[in-house]
């Protein structure tokens, strides 16, 4: 399998200048960059980043997105154009079938390659870093030598995330496929990988945030800290992994360091509370870099609102259990207070609505041509999103009051500073996450709408302390932080994710008739490997449908950035 030969990595951004030198042996034979210096050590760091996003195949994956299409509950459908989508990739994103019509932007080939260079990139670091500690240097590259191992643990996770099954405990993860663990540069010009397991993945990025964490360093990139990891976002990435790994108290733990304040769930994003006068304005408010709120953004190339708001639209049953769903504390209202102004539709109100801040900025090459590039920058970690990461991991830690005041901080954020008229319904207590979701009655349509679902994360994976199980004393309380982490994520691709560590079933409804059902353990959960890795030799995931025969199904153990026109 050839991941990337990364041997040689073009290093945009980094000068290197080379002595001059009658004698040809004196030159490098080739095109290869050497760092040498802990200055160029930071400047290769600039490329430690995918330029990949997984929001289009996450998002048309779960049950954020509908296909227009197909007949609503009264029967109607609408014909878009045709039924034409915005590439054959959709089509198969959104049935969970293997992704193979193209490798450009969003699709898991270009995930994948952008992952794995970035973490080559890391790797390369390393080792440059590993020199310049024999020198007797190493205080100078600390800092470096821990954003590289952080930025290489964390896009193993999005990949195993993505192409592995959910993690399933320490012990049962032994069995589960895992993705290759890079740890070195390669030097072969088509090297085979052993794909190894899960566990030793997961063992693999814990050992690395275990070094990496304490030397990250926020002064190493002054010009843009928040485009890289900082002391903030690498514990907010090690909150989120340890959430997943169902340590929750160490999910507890990182959380509150990303907080800062001491913990206190302060300083939060004032995007929510926000008018707008265009949708420009709005999209550079919600990734704006001196916001306290927004701890890491990563640029990526994607199409993503291209994508979603025609054929594939956040719509109907979708709509309703997010955007314009009810809450605890705006049970009164058709949707919260703070979307109001921050939704568009796409087209006809009956095609579904967009969500603005994912606006694209383009890039141009050519503005006569009307060719260039697209981009989306992506909020990876925000103070709301860890401080509903510190909220899960202390419900199932069974500190119910500590968890209370978690989710009611992040709803007292999204009122703050609203027009008057816009006021909640009443304080968020636990007494009052009981009653609004509570089964007797379903007034409110919470499970019609898909506002909540069946939990099952226990059937996913074991969590690491016996006592932190799933049970009916907490459902509710589970109910409400998944619910707030759909709304607080939406179109980031991380409902996929909740999706299949909670072992939520879900449903998608494709044209005229067909229906395809997600169970708990179809090995869709997992997406295919890329054609081009396949094509090379690599292991392919088993995606056999439950329906098929998937229950008892198991995994084989055995870039793309082109100019396109802009938008009219």
């Keep these: 399998m050839q991941l990337k030969n990364l041997k040689y990595i073009p290093l945009a951004g980094i000068l290197v200048t080379l002595t001059g030198c009658d004698d040809f042996l004196d030159h490098t034979p080739d095109n290869r960059v050497t760092i040498s210096t802990p200055t160029q050590v930071t400047q290769l760091l600039v490329n430690a980043y995918s330029d990949g996003n997984h929001a289009t195949i996450c998002e048309l994956s779960s049950d954020n997105i509908?296909?227009?299409?197909?007949?609503?509950e009264n029967g109607v459908r609408y014909n878009l154009s045709g039924d034409s989508n915005y590439a054959p990739a959709d089509d198969e994103a959104f049935a969970w079938e293997d992704i193979k019509s193209g490798i450009q932007q969003d699709t898991p080939s270009h995930i994948w390659s952008g992952a794995y260079h970035a973490i080559a990139v890391c790797n390369y670091a390393l080792q440059a870093i590993e020199q310049l500690e024999a020198q007797?240097?190493?205080?100078?590259?600390?800092?470096?030598?821990?954003?590289?191992?952080?930025?290489?643990?964390?896009?193993?996770?999005?990949?195993?995330?993505?192409?592995?099954?959910?993690?399933?405990?320490?012990?049962?993860s032994k069995s589960i496929p895992g993705i290759p663990y890079m740890t070195d540069i390669e030097t072969e010009v088509k090297p085979q990988y052993d794909r190894g397991n899960l566990a030793d993945v997961f063992d693999h990025?814990?050992?690395?945030?275990?070094?990496?964490?304490?030397?990250?360093?926020?002064?190493?990139?002054?010009?843009?800290?928040?485009?890289?990891?900082?002391?903030?976002?690498?514990?907010?990435?090690?909150?989120?992994?340890?959430l997943f790994a169902r340590k929750y108290d160490l999910a507890e733990k990182h959380a509150t360091i990303a907080l800062g304040d001491a913990g206190a769930p302060t300083s939060?994003?004032?995007?929510?509370?926000?008018?707008?006068?265009?949708?420009?304005?709005?999209?550079?408010?919600?990734?704006?870099?001196?916001?306290?709120?927004?701890?890491?953004?990563?640029?990526?190339?994607?199409i993503y609102y291209r994508v979603i708001g025609q054929k594939y639209a956040h719509n109907r049953e979708a709509k309703a259990a997010t955007t314009h769903s009810t809450g605890p504390t705006w049970s009164k209202y058709t949707?919260?207070?703070?979307?109001?102004?921050?939704?568009?539709?796409?087209?006809?109100?009956e095609y579904g609505s967009v969500f603005a801040p994912m606006l694209e900025l383009f890039e141009y090459?050519?503005?006569?041509?009307?060719?260039?590039?697209?981009?989306?920058?992506?909020?990876?970690?925000?103070?709301?999103?860890?401080?509903?990461?510190?909220?899960?991991?202390?419900?199932?830690?069974?500190k119910i009051s500590e968890a209370v005041a978690d989710l009611s901080a992040w709803d007292v954020s999204r009122w703050t500073?609203?027009?008057?008229?816009?006021?909640?319904?009443?304080?968020?207590?636990?007494?009052?996450?009981?009653?609004?979701?509570?089964?007797?009655?379903?007034?409110?349509?919470?499970?019609?709408?898909?506002?909540?679902?069946?939990?099952?994360?226990?059937?996913?994976?074991?969590?690491?302390?016996a006592s932190w199980n799933y049970g009916d004393d907490i459902q509710h309380l589970v109910e409400c932080v998944l619910h707030f982490r759909r709304l607080e994520r939406i179109d980031m691709g991380d409902r996929w994710f909740d999706i299949r560590r909670n072992g939520i079933e879900i449903t998608h409804k494709i044209g005229r008739s067909r229906v395809e059902h997600l169970p708990l353990g179809d090995t869709r959960?997992?997406?295919?490997?890329?054609?081009?890795?396949?094509?090379?030799?690599?292991?392919?995931?088993?995606?056999?449908?439950?329906?098929?025969?998937?229950?008892?199904?198991?995994?084989?153990t055995e870039s793309y950035k082109k100019p396109i026109s802009a938008r009219p």
């Design 66 to 72: 509908v296909d227009n299409t197909s007949p609503d």
């Design 136 to 172: 007797g240097r190493g205080d100078e590259v600390a800092a470096q030598k821990g954003e590289a191992l952080v930025s290489r643990a964390y896009h193993h996770f999005i990949l195993a995330n993505l192409f592995c099954l959910p993690y399933a405990g320490a012990e049962a």
């Design 205 to 242: 990025i814990e050992k690395d945030l275990a070094v990496g964490l304490p030397l990250v360093n926020d002064n190493l990139h002054p010009l843009a800290p928040k485009y890289h990891f900082t002391i903030a976002s690498a514990h907010a990435f090690a909150a989120r992994f340890y």
């Design 268 to 302: 939060m994003r004032n995007f929510w509370t926000k008018t707008f006068s265009t949708r420009q304005a709005l999209t550079q408010s919600y990734i704006d870099v001196s916001d306290p709120g927004n701890l890491m953004l990563v640029a990526t190339s994607s």
């Design 335 to 349: 949707f919260h207070p703070c979307f109001n102004g921050k939704l568009y539709y796409y087209g006809q109100s």
């Design 365 to 398: 090459t050519d503005k006569i041509a009307g060719i260039g590039y697209v981009h989306h920058i992506r909020p990876e970690f925000t103070k709301e999103e860890v401080l509903l990461t510190r909220a899960e991991a202390r419900i199932y830690m069974r």
């Design 417 to 465: 500073n609203l027009p008057v008229s816009d006021k909640p319904d009443c304080e968020l207590t636990l007494e009052v996450i009981n009653k609004f979701y509570a089964d007797e009655g379903d007034t409110h349509g919470l499970r019609k709408n898909g506002i909540v679902s069946p939990i099952n994360i226990d059937q996913v994976c074991t969590p690491a302390n």
């Design 525 to 556: 959960r997992a997406f295919q490997i890329p054609a081009d890795v396949l094509s090379a030799g690599f292991p392919e995931n088993n995606r056999i449908p439950v329906s098929s025969g998937g229950a008892d199904a198991t995994l084989s």
